[in-house]
């Protein structure tokens, strides 16, 4: 059973030299995303989505210039060891060419794959959330079961004239048969890997054990929580608003570069409300979430939006800046729409210490319902991605829930009922 990492390196870049990064990821780009001899992403069997993010440099919320600094992450299948040794291995010449272009690398060095190494492990930060949304399936599970399901597509299709009339039992299990005698879906003969009961035990035993010590620790939480809000009030009426404005040229340029119809991608990085009050609350609501959403987000709905593979939070340059990254179905309009319809109050809460959020109260209320703040917000700090990434480019969170329900389907025993729900997954 596959576990999900996501590496996460954010690093200044050289002054001087943001254009020359910027054109050697067209160059990628035009060369092909998949295939160039640059980082040629389909040789890493190992990644799910990757990126590369030029953020501009600018001013923090205290007055103070940030550099210019280049992101570089990845959706990967763990162990981190194995992934890290597959881009030495496929990219690593490439990648010695992009960080040379980056500060605190070895200057004026021939390639050397131990320095190159040493670098990523370095530069790679902790993300204050990781959100997986289609969780322990390897890159190739995912592709294997959608062949499986077409291919069990077009089985059934031509076979149509023998099936009608024909009981649902009777059609599984020339499905089956169909199945068992194809080499090329020799793999499907066994289930996917699932956890294990110790596995569950000590998953939902961390859970579990959480939850007592909040409860026993309730007398201590709640009169502190009733100071720290009223902290958080006085924060709120205290602070100046920001009004962000849509420029629509930027917002085109944005979407111009949605150039495929099932996935999308959204990069952006806003400046944090200064203040210890905001970076502690901050802090403690990513890191909750980020405990929290195996357990409560765990079949591809993000706060109830069905639609995001993979999500994390990055906090950057002592806490000064947030960096957002998402991979999701659809397009970015549709994406945010539904942040705002869908999961305002929940998200409000994540992102309302960023400079320029719409106001809110209590954290809570407010902030995403102003649905024309919101999106003036959401793409003001929106930025472009100059390379991205996926394996699986034409499944969505919801084909691949699907495609893997239709494997699950070949074992076992079903009733008459269980059947015909399953051949509906067809």
Known sequence: MAEHGALSIVVDIKPGKKQELRDKFKEIEAAGIDNNNIVPFKKLKSIHFARFVVFDEGIDATGKPFSARLAFTTNYDLPLNNHLQELIDNAGNGLWSIFSLCLNFPENEKYSAEKLLAYLKKNSGKTATFYVGVGHRSVLQIQNENELREAIQNFVDSQKKTFTGKDPIYIRTKIIEFVNNNSDLSWAKTPAAKASLPEKIIFYGKFILVILAFIALLPIIIPFVIVWMLLIVINEITTKDVICKIEKNHVRSLVERET???????????????????????????????????YLFSKGKLSGIPTVQFARWLIVNDGKQMIFLSNFDGNSENYLRDFINIAGRQLTLMFCHTVGYPKTRLMWFGGAKDADGFMAWARSFQVITNVWYSANKNVTVKNIFNNSAIRDGLYGEMNEHETRKWLSKL
Request: aromatic content about 12%.
């Open 260 to 294: 495929t119809i099932v996935q999308s991608q959204f990069s952006a990085m806003g400046n944090v409300k200064p203040g210890f009050i905001r970076k502690s609350t901050m802090m403690f609501l990513l890191r909750m979430t980020d405990f929290l959403a195996p």
